[in-house]
Structures are given as structure tokens and as C-alpha cells.
């Protein structure tokens, strides 16, 4: 064959390979339609590499789960009917979604000048400083990725890993307002996060669009515990329950000594999920908008200036705002005690956050 005619079949090929990557992340190569439903399958037993494969023969297999028995897909009825005939396969269910817990973008500015944003006084994180930073503390943080090159971020993060098929970086902004809130650092510019020299753990588990995935979300939890973190902090919410494998991911998280933090959603009716389960803390704000129960373990500010795409700074309102005041906190905590447990983090926030939100970093203020 012709050198150049090689050469040109070459480029071809890897063309078509880039396009496929870009376009599809199976495990299996399976090519899905847009009018796929995604769900999650559960074996009786791990399923074997041929079992994938052969499920990889009439579906896109999305994940797989390193310490469960399950796998999601993106299949037609059809097809998931064939793939039902294997005896391993005990269930499925539907792969549901959530949404970024945002109530509305008041505002999108520039900030040259290093301030305290209001809210930290508001939680007397700045006295806190005195006795903690959040030193190291490993935060994941759950949601539509960073600007990782944000002056006021890139000094403090550890890791960004994608479970949605892109490269990590923020298309949305709300992940990175949340970063922001955590752990955005001393450095003369921008602002000034509640645990300012925590580690960020970016896991991109949220679309453009706001959207995040039950089973992308799972994953993302499986590799934050796998990163050993301390805190996850969640940015999202969803009126439905995620599905099994997300509660199961969230229980060895609890197992583990992982803290997960989640907002409690804005409609002002109940708490929605994953902050409803037990093995969560979850936040609210002192807003009529927001979800309350007797699930609700903080109460934290629920409107915040904090970083936001193409360096700039943006106020956002939400419960997620919250969440993320909740976990800076709790890494002010486990900075000063890494022994800490679950359990004792949810009395010492039950226990200061009945007065007013002030109280949560009034415990390290006053030692």
C-alpha cells in the first residue's frame, strides 16, 4: 500500500476513535440512542467480564461499582428485556437524576481586592481562624466540576476527576462557587473560603446543564472514598430517592468515617434527597424557600459571594450555599480533631445550630 495512502488511513482511524471517545463513554463501546433510558442492573453475584460483555452487546454500560454487584446501562426496552434473561441479575431500576440546589444567581462581578465575604462573620469562621484553617482536611467536592485555573482555587486543589465523559473543568459555575465557599484561599485577591487551606477533591459528576446522574453519582462517591477524603460535600438534590446503590455508596462513605454533607433543596416543602437519608448531614438555610424537616442537622447562610467561571466572582442563592458553609465548617473541626465522627458532628451541630447560624463556628471560636 501506498506510504501516504497508510498515513491518511491512520489519521482516519484516529479521527474516528476521538469522535467515538468524545461521544460515547461505554465501557463496552456499544453505540446508545438519544432515545435510551439508563438504568441500574444488580447481580446476585460481581458479574464476570464476560457477562459485561455480553450485556455490552445490546447496551452502552455506563459504570461499574469496584464493592458492589452492580453495573448501569443505557438501553432500549427492548434490549433490556434480552439483558433481563440473565439469571445473575436479581433487579433493575431506573437511573434518576437530581439537580444543582441553586434558587437564583443574584449577581456576577469582578473582584480584585481580597475580602471577607459577610456570611463568614455571620458563622464567626474568621474567629475560628484563630484556632484552626482546615490545614489539609481532604474535601471532595460533588458537582459540576472548577475553574481550575481560578486564582483564588488552584493553590488548593488536590485532584479533579470527570464522571460525566468531559475533562473536569466548570461549564455551569456552580462548583466552582461551592469550591469557592469551601476553601478558597489566602492569597490578596478575590475572597476568602470558610476552611482556607483545606484540600478541594473535584469530582465532575454534574453536566453543563446542572443535570447529575443517580449512577454517575454513585461513581463519584466510589472514587471519593477511594481518594481517602474526610468530607463530601454534595451540591445537589433531588425530590425522588436516588436508588439503592447510591444509599449503599453513602453508607460505606458513613462506614468509612466519611463525612457527606447535602443540601436540603428549595421549594419549601420537605427535605429532599440525598440529604434525607441518615447517613448524611444535611443543610438548610434561614430562607422560606428552602426544605425543612426532622432530618435537618445545620443551618448555615444561604446566599454567598464566592468564585465563578472565567475568574470571576458571582452571589448565588441556595441550599447548596449552605451545604457548602456546612462542610467548611466541619474541616474547620476535623482540622483541630481528625477523630471526630459522624456522629459527634451532627451533635455539635444540632446542638449550636439551634439558636442561630452564628452558632456553628462559634464551637471553635470559644474552643
Given at each position: 500500500?501506498?506510504p501516504?495512502?497508510?498515513?491518511i488511513?491512520?489519521?482516519?482511524?484516529?479521527?474516528?476513535?476521538?469522535?467515538?471517545?468524545?461521544?460515547n463513554?461505554?465501557?463496552?463501546?456499544?453505540?446508545?440512542?438519544?432515545?435510551?433510558?439508563?438504568?441500574?442492573?444488580?447481580?446476585?453475584?460481581?458479574?464476570?467480564?464476560?457477562?459485561v460483555?455480553?450485556?455490552?452487546?445490546?447496551?452502552?454500560?455506563?459504570?461499574?461499582y469496584?464493592?458492589?454487584?452492580v453495573?448501569?446501562i443505557?438501553?432500549?426496552?427492548?434490549?433490556?428485556?434480552k439483558?433481563l434473561?440473565?439469571?445473575?441479575?436479581?433487579?433493575?431500576?431506573?437511573?434518576?437524576s437530581?439537580?444543582?440546589?441553586?434558587?437564583?444567581?443574584?449577581?456576577?462581578?469582578?473582584?480584585?481586592?481580597?475580602?471577607i465575604?459577610?456570611?463568614?462573620?455571620e458563622?464567626?469562621?474568621d474567629?475560628?481562624?484563630?484556632?484552626?484553617e482546615?490545614?489539609?482536611?481532604?474535601?471532595?467536592?460533588?458537582?459540576?466540576?472548577?475553574?481550575?485555573?481560578?486564582?483564588?482555587?488552584e493553590?488548593?486543589?488536590?485532584?479533579?476527576?470527570?464522571?460525566?465523559?468531559?475533562?473536569?473543568?466548570d461549564?455551569?459555575?456552580?462548583?466552582t462557587?461551592?469550591?469557592?465557599?469551601?476553601?478558597?484561599?489566602?492569597?490578596?485577591?478575590?475572597?476568602?473560603?470558610?476552611?482556607?487551606?483545606?484540600?478541594?477533591?473535584?469530582?465532575?459528576v454534574?453536566?453543563?446543564e446542572?443535570?447529575?446522574?443517580?449512577?454517575a453519582?454513585?461513581?463519584?462517591?466510589?472514587?471519593?472514598?477511594?481518594?481517602?477524603?474526610?468530607?463530601?460535600?454534595?451540591?445537589?438534590?433531588?425530590?425522588n430517592?436516588?436508588?439503592?446503590?447510591?444509599?449503599k455508596?453513602?453508607?460505606?462513605?458513613?462506614?468509612?468515617?466519611?463525612?457527606?454533607?447535602?443540601?436540603?433543596?428549595?421549594?419549601?416543602?420537605?427535605v429532599?434527597?440525598?440529604?434525607?437519608?441518615?447517613?448524611?448531614?444535611?443543610?438548610?438555610?434561614e430562607k422560606?424557600?428552602?426544605?425543612?424537616?426532622?432530618e435537618?442537622?445545620?443551618?448555615?447562610?444561604?446566599?454567598?459571594?464566592?468564585?465563578?467561571?472565567s475568574?470571576?466572582?458571582?452571589t448565588?442563592?441556595?441550599?447548596?450555599?449552605?451545604?457548602?458553609?456546612?462542610?467548611?465548617?466541619?474541616?474547620?473541626?476535623?482540622?483541630?480533631?481528625?477523630e471526630l465522627?459522624?456522629?459527634?458532628i451532627?451533635d455539635?451541630?444540632?446542638?449550636?445550630?439551634?439558636?442561630?447560624?452564628?452558632?456553628?463556628?462559634?464551637?471553635?471560636?470559644?474552643?
Open positions: 500500500m501506498n501516504r495512502a497508510v498515513n488511513l491512520l489519521i482516519a482511524t484516529l479521527a474516528a476513535v476521538i469522535v467515538l471517545m468524545a461521544t463513554s461505554s465501557i463496552t463501546g456499544f453505540m446508545a440512542k438519544d432515545s435510551d433510558k439508563n438504568y441500574f442492573l444488580y447481580f446476585t453475584n460481581i458479574p464476570t467480564n464476560n457477562e460483555s455480553k450485556i455490552g452487546e445490546y447496551a452502552n454500560v455506563r459504570f461499574q469496584d464493592d458492589f454487584p453495573i448501569s443505557s438501553a432500549s426496552q427492548e434490549n433490556l428485556n439483558i434473561e440473565n439469571k445473575n441479575i436479581e433487579k433493575y431500576e431506573k437511573v434518576e437530581a439537580k444543582i440546589a441553586l434558587f437564583y444567581l443574584v449577581s456576577e462581578q469582578r473582584q480584585d481586592e481580597q475580602i465575604p459577610s456570611q463568614l462573620s458563622i464567626n469562621a474567629k475560628a481562624w484563630e484556632k484552626s482546615g490545614k489539609d482536611v481532604k474535601v471532595a467536592v460533588l458537582d459540576t466540576g472548577i475553574s481550575r485555573k481560578h486564582p483564588d482555587l493553590q488548593n486543589i488536590a485532584l479533579c476527576v470527570s464522571e460525566t465523559g468531559s475533562n473536569c473543568e461549564r455551569n459555575g456552580h462548583g462557587h461551592t469550591a469557592g465557599i469551601i476553601a478558597a484561599g489566602f492569597n490578596q485577591i478575590g475572597i476568602v473560603g470558610v476552611a482556607p487551606r483545606a484540600k478541594l477533591y473535584v469530582v465532575q454534574c453536566d453543563s446542572g443535570i447529575c446522574d443517580a449512577d453519582i454513585a461513581k463519584g462517591i466510589e472514587d471519593a472514598r477511594k481518594s481517602k477524603v474526610q468530607i463530601i460535600d454534595i451540591g445537589f438534590a433531588s425530590k430517592d436516588l436508588g439503592e446503590i447510591v444509599k455508596e453513602i453508607s460505606k462513605a458513613y462506614s468509612e468515617n466519611v463525612i457527606v454533607v447535602a443540601p436540603s433543596g428549595e421549594n419549601g416543602g420537605f429532599y434527597f440525598p440529604a434525607a437519608y441518615e447517613t448524611v448531614i444535611a443543610a438548610r438555610a422560606p424557600w428552602a426544605n425543612f424537616g426532622e435537618i442537622d445545620a443551618t448555615a447562610p444561604g446566599e454567598a459571594l464566592s468564585t465563578y467561571n475568574f470571576n466572582y458571582a448565588i442563592a441556595g441550599t447548596s450555599v449552605s451545604a457548602a458553609y456546612t462542610s467548611g465548617t466541619i474541616a474547620l473541626m476535623l482540622a483541630v480533631n481528625p465522627t459522624f456522629t459527634h451532627k455539635i451541630l444540632k446542638n449550636t445550630a439551634s439558636d442561630n447560624i452564628n452558632s456553628q463556628g462559634a464551637v471553635l471560636a470559644s474552643g
